[in-house]
């Protein structure tokens, strides 16, 4: 049973670059929701999709948007990079059972030079 | 404004005592806690939660205490093991639980010496 799976695992851009992430989600699961890791600091909510469509959002700026695919997948972009956003990204999923974990795959780390 | 708290950026515990980490947090609406660990180079990995309508729930090793009025929780490890060495994150959701934004501490380095 495959847990949560994002791609790529690093990734390095520039400044005013564009980026795509991806995660596939639990086997089961339906919910797709994205964290930005900066360094030494916890996990920030970006958003959260659910039946294809962005259901809650974090303070992130419009930059950031994402999409959730028929199967469940979803893709996090990324528009115009600054320094700042360097960090651990980082993709969770879970089922439409309230009260059941969400669980995490193991991130991509952008970096921006 | 950090409405998790986790104080202490650090814990050090000698193999088989009895680990406390500590969690606050300012939010009332927070009705779900969870506690992660995280090694090096990997995702967060789910250790347990509890609901608010609950004070203590216990997942063998692991036992998490949660005292509304204070609004503090606090997750206990006994007996540590090397292999507990990780950052552990308290995170809190509201409005019904799991399929809500989370909302993390700075976590908690936790080193179980042999």
């Known amino acids: 049973d495959a847990g949560v799976t994002q791609s790529p695992t690093h990734l390095i851009k520039t400044r005013g670059q564009q980026v795509t992430l991806r995660c596939s989600p639990k086997s089961g699961h339906d919910t797709v929701s994205w964290y930005q890791q900066a360094l030494g600091q916890g996990p920030q909510f970006i958003f959260q999709?659910?039946?294809?469509?962005?259901?809650q959002r974090g303070n992130f700026p419009d930059r950031f948007s994402g999409h959730q695919f028929p199967n469940y997948s979803s893709e996090l972009n990324v528009n115009a990079l600054l320094l700042g956003d360097s960090a651990l990204y980082l993709c969770a999923s879970s089922g439409g059972i309230s009260n059941q974990p969400q669980h995490f795959g193991d991130g991509t780390r952008l970096s921006i030079l | 404004d950090q409405q998790v708290k986790q104080n202490s950026p650090s814990l050090s515990v000698q193999e088989g005592r009895i680990s406390i980490l500590n969690c606050d947090y300012t939010?009332?609406?927070?009705?779900?806690f969870l506690w992660y660990k995280k090694y090096p180079a990997e995702g967060p990995t789910f250790l347990i939660s509890?609901?608010?309508i609950k004070d203590k729930n216990e997942d063998g090793r692991f036992t998490v205490f949660l005292n509304k009025s204070a609004k503090h929780l606090s997750l206990h490890i006994v007996p540590s093991q090397p292999g507990d060495s990780a950052v552990y994150f308290c995170?809190?959701?509201?409005?019904?639980?799991?399929?809500?934004?989370?909302?993390w501490g700075l976590g908690t380095s936790l080193a179980v010496n042999p």
């Open positions: 939010n009332s609406m927070f009705d779900y």
């Open positions: 509890i609901s608010s």
């Open positions: 999709y659910y039946e294809e469509e962005e259901r």
């Open positions: 995170a809190a959701s509201g409005l019904g639980g799991n399929n809500r934004k989370l909302i």
